[in-house]
């Protein structure tokens, strides 16, 4: 048997247990840190199409959405087997010696090393072959067409290039041309150079290709090198970025919420407008005694009736003529008055009245 003291102490405890257990029902567990949320990072090349040994000039944008949070870093990658990184690179340049074509993407990153990378939709930079001055020159040339949509490409995808526009020489005057007696493809990737010694290549006569297949994700720099019986070569570059994933979307204002239309409302009576527009603010704003049962046109469920009349619950008349709806109770408008039967009534009468066409 318990003592009156031990009985007391008891209740005491369980009133200070509830007591807990409600103060932790108030106010709960505490709230997460909040997401980093990823910054965003725009890119634009000055000009797509260049000779090589020209200055490329690239402009970036970036921002972060976190409160306090900036963006860190800039890596620009160039698409040649380079980069840039720095702390604050919106404008940069570029320089390529070799002549190609070359996708270009910008990668960020902000104080907590959330990312956002251009990666999918990169800038394409077309490097032309800067010929020579002197009339002399016997230096090849190398050519590297795509014969694939693009080199933005998934894992498991073969890329076709042809080398058929590769010559021996830039220059067409001389009575004995140089010819190209080797084309050498090495896809960037590790895999071993594929070598071709068919002079016949450099007339257009062969229709082979270069092929390949990538297997994982990444980006890779593809170079055609020709060598020349005067053992004198040339070299060509072709980025090829391979998504193993789908890169994250990345949004401008991730805490904005954006509602695209195609016009604003024209009115927002409910007796008269007709648009999508206006509809769509009206819905919101005004209710009606039913309404549609979601998706369905003939189905409807009561909104500010307390039913949808039938002939079984008594609400239509045996002959169709007449329909009778219970309202709820308690129903105010804006101005705080109560809804009654007689603000129906006026409410059909306004439209019959208005005889809006």
């Not at 090589?52 to 800039?74: C, H, I, L, N, Y």
């Not at 990666?119 to 001055?133: C, G, H, K, Q, S």
Request: hydrophobic content about 35%; proline content about 6%; aromatic content about 10%.
């Amino acid at each position: 048997m318990l003592s009156e003291h031990n009985r007391k102490f008891l209740v005491v405890m369980a009133i200070v247990i509830m007591g807990a257990t409600a103060f932790a029902g108030c106010f709960g567990s505490p709230p997460p840190p909040p997401q980093n949320l990823k910054p965003f990072a725009t890119a634009t090349v000055g000009k797509s199409v260049v000779l090589a040994g020209e200055a490329v000039p690239f402009t970036g944008q970036a921002t972060d959405p976190d409160q306090g949070d900036s963006v860190k870093s800039w890596r620009w990658d160039w698409g040649d087997g380079t980069n840039t990184t720095g702390a604050n690179l919106s404008t940069a340049t570029h320089t390529y010696t070799v002549h190609g074509t070359y996708y270009v993407n910008l990668n960020v990153s902000d104080t907590h090393d959330a990312t956002y990378d251009t990666i999918a939709t990169p800038l394409r930079v077309e490097v032309l072959v800067n010929f020579p001055d002197t009339k002399d020159n016997r230096e090849p040339v190398a050519v590297l067409i795509l014969w694939s949509d693009t080199t933005v490409i998934k894992p498991g995808t073969s890329i076709n290039w042809g080398a058929q526009g590769s010559r021996g020489s830039w220059n067409a005057s001389y009575k004995t041309l140089p010819k190209v007696v080797t084309y050498a493809m090495d896809y960037g990737d590790g895999t071993a150079v594929e070598t071709h010694d068919n002079v016949s290549l450099e007339t257009g006569n062969w229709t082979g290709n270069f092929t390949h297949t990538y297997n994982t994700g990444g980006k890779f720099v593809a170079k055609l090198t020709v060598t020349t019986n005067e053992s004198k070569t040339d070299s060509t570059m072709w980025t090829v970025i391979v998504l193993a994933t789908a890169p994250t979307p990345g949004l401008k204002n991730p805490t904005t919420f954006t509602h695209l239309t195609f016009g604003q409302p024209n009115n927002l009576d409910p007796a008269i407008a007709y648009d999508s527009a206006s509809g769509e603010v009206i819905q919101q704003v005004y209710e009606t005694l039913i309404t549609y049962n979601g998706a369905s046109a003939d189905q409807f469920v009561p909104l500010l009736a307390t039913e949808v009349p039938t002939v079984a619950n008594g609400g239509i008349s045996a002959d169709g003529l007449n329909y009778t709806f219970h309202l709820k109770a308690g129903v105010k408008f804006h101005s705080g008055h109560t809804m009654d039967a007689d603000d129906v009534v006026y409410s059909f009468a306004r439209v019959l009245r208005m005889n809006w066409p």
